[in-house]
């Protein structure tokens, strides 16, 4: 019998979904060979790194254990310098990208800009610079940061805002969840922790083409892709989030933890001999792991 875990520093609302969630440590002590892991450590609420734990999933992978979103994939898609050189390598459309930090000299972008936390989230300390002023300002602010002292930040041309943007779900190769964001009154970012909205939508082929691309050149088995409108036609990657949070406000047709899920275990050569759930116990943590499946029922996962 084989276990499916998350691997994460908390039971998040979507990460329980998933199925049972392990704690780096816990999934070194209890995972064996045969085993899958999906790792979903997100970046530090500080915002200058990532969670501990990518060290585990090294462990985990050495040991035979599967591991979907790696140690470099996690690194790739959470360092968003790591993310603008995978796209550019892979020729996939993203906003002019540079390092911005305390040993650097001032990015020679010109404005439109926007700074950001090299390792960012919930659009936090997200600042929109449209002149030279606004941006030494932005980054005279930075200096007071942790994040900005520790890791740098980065400046990122602007992409004309127009008040919406599109975050696509993409699991094992497969589009399974989008929804478009639509910006707060008076708010130019599209972060739901900003007071975005989510609305159900049907993403254009195109832009599902590129989310589908920048997943894969992140070496991404579970990512949101946020995409931008283009003045006039077309589409641009903006972000890749290594641990996504989606609802099932995300589903397109089949219920959008199902469909992740299924699309994962596929990618790997693996079905379930069941419809396969997300509930973890307690904490989200299983207290016993001996034959628990994604769903915290008895029974093998059956390779295909």
């Known amino acids: 019998m084989s276990t499916f875990a998350v691997i994460a520093s908390r039971a998040t609302p979507t990460s329980a979904r998933l199925g049972p969630v392990l704690t780096p440590a816990q999934a070194v ?9 999906l790792g979903r450590l997100d970046v530090l609420p500080s915002l200058d790194g990532v969670e501990p734990g990518l060290w585990a999933l090294d ?53 439109p800009l926007v700074l950001k936390p090299r390792f960012g989230s919930w659009g936090r300390d997200v600042t929109r610079c449209d002149s030279a002023d606004a941006l030494r300002q932005a980054i005279d602010a930075a200096r007071l940061r942790v994040w900005f002292n520790a890791a740098g930040g980065i400046a990122q041309r602007l992409i004309p805002p127009c008040g919406f943007d599109l975050r696509v779900v993409v699991a094992g190769g497969h589009l399974v969840g989008a929804v478009m964001r639509q910006a707060a009154p008076g708010e130019w970012r599209t972060n739901v922790a900003l007071g975005a909205q989510r609305v159900p939508v049907a993403p254009p082929l195109e832009a ?52 992740a899920r299924s699309a994962l275990l596929a990618g790997i050569g693996f079905e379930a001999d069941a419809q396969i759930g997300g509930r973890a116990l307690g904490n989200g943590v299983p207290g016993d792991l001996g034959g628990l499946r994604s769903d915290g029922a008895h029974g093998p996962l059956v390779a295909s």
């Not at 550019?88 to 906003?95: D, F, K, L, V």
């Open 208 to 259: 599902c083409e590129l989310a589908l691309a920048a997943a894969a050149a992140v070496g991404g088995d579970l990512v949101g892709i946020d995409l931008l409108p283009l003045p006039g036609d077309g589409w641009m990657v903006l972000e890749v989030n290594g641990a996504v949070e989606f609802s099932g406000a995300y589903s397109l047709g089949a219920e959008v933890f199902s469909a």
């Open 59 to 111: 462990i985990l992978e050495r040991r035979g254990v599967t591991v979907l979103n790696g140690r470099d994939a996690l690194a790739t898609a959470h360092d968003k310098l790591a993310t603008a050189e995978a796209l550019a390598c892979a020729g996939i459309p993203h906003p002019t990208t540079v390092p911005v930090a305390p040993w650097l000299p001032p990015p020679a972008l010109e404005p």
């Open 29 to 37: 002590a209890r995972l064996r060979p045969g085993d899958v892991a």
